[in-house]
C-alpha cells in the first residue's frame, strides 16, 4: 500500500515525541510512504538553531530527520490535477501533490491533520470527477489518535500530548485541559471530530485498524 503522511502530521507526531512509534505501530516498513517534497524545507532541517525554532525541540528535529530518510517523494502526478486542488480555498500546495498523486492510485491512503483541507475537497467533488477517487483513501488525525489511544492506552497518550499540549488544539480538548479526560471522555469526543469531518461526504477511510487490516489486534490497557 502507498501511504501518503502530510507536513502537519509528520511534525505534530514528532512534537509529541511519537513519530517513530507510529512508524513501528502501523508497521510503515512494509508500505510505501510518501511526504510532500517541501517538508525537509518547511522545517529547516539542514539548519540545526532554524529547525529547533520551527519544531519545538531537538527531539522534534531528530525524530523528523529519521523520519525524512525513510520515506520518499510522491510518486508523478498529473500536474493539471495539482493546479485544480491547489487552487480550491484550503487546500495547499504540498497537500495538492499528495492528494493528486494518491487519485491515481488505486491501494493509496493519505493521513492529514489538516480539516480546512478534507473539507475543502468534499465541495471539490462536485465539480472535479479525478477528486471523488479520493473518497475512503483519508484519514485525519484524530482517527490516529483514537488508533494510538486504543493500541497503546490512554496513559501512554497523556504522557505522549504532554511534551507539547499546544502541537494540536483539538486533541488537547479531547483530552481535557488538565490532560485528565477519563476514558470514555475522550473517545466521544474523538469519534465527534470525526464525524463532523465526515458528515455530508465519505472521504474520510473507516478507521486505522480498517485501512490497515494487517495489524495486530488492539491491547488491553488500565487507563
Not at 78 to 103: H, M, R, T, Y
Request: hydrophobic share 45%.
Amino acid at each position: 500500500m502507498k501511504v501518503y503522511i502530510d507536513c502537519d502530521v509528520a511534525s505534530k507526531l514528532a512534537r509529541w515525541g511519537v513519530l517513530d512509534e507510529v512508524w513501528n505501530t502501523l508497521d510503515l516498513d512494509n508500505h510505501d510512504v510518501y511526504v510532500p517534497a517541501s517538508l525537509k524545507f518547511r522545517f529547516q532541517l539542514q539548519d540545526d538553531a532554524k529547525a529547533l525554532k520551527k519544531c519545538g525541540s531537538a527531539a522534534a528535529v531528530e525524530q523528523l530527520r529519521r523520519f525524512v530518510g525513510k520515506v520518499g517523494d510522491p510518486p508523478d502526478a498529473q500536474d493539471e490535477l495539482i493546479v485544480v486542488l491547489s487552487s480550491e480555498p484550503g487546500i495547499d500546495s504540498g497537500e495538492s501533490v499528495l492528494f493528486a498523486s494518491a487519485a491515481t492510485q488505486d491501494d493509496a491512503v493519505i493521513i492529514t491533520g489538516d480539516k480546512k483541507a478534507i473539507v475543502a475537497l468534499g465541495w471539490l467533488c462536485e465539480k472535479e470527477e479525478r477528486v471523488r477517487t479520493l473518497r475512503g483513501k483519508i484519514l485525519c488525525l484524530e482517527q490516529l489518535v483514537a488508533h494510538l489511544l486504543d493500541f497503546k492506552g490512554l496513559s501512554w497518550l497523556r504522557q505522549a500530548i504532554a511534551v507539547d499540549p499546544s502541537a494540536d488544539r483539538t486533541i488537547h480538548i479531547c483530552l481535557g485541559s488538565r490532560l485528565d479526560a477519563p476514558l470514555a471522555s475522550v473517545r466521544e469526543a474523538l469519534e465527534s471530530y470525526v464525524n463532523s469531518l465526515s458528515a455530508g461526504h465519505t472521504f474520510l477511510a473507516a478507521g486505522v485498524a480498517h485501512t490497515f487490516p494487517r495489524l495486530p489486534p488492539k491491547r488491553s490497557h488500565n487507563p
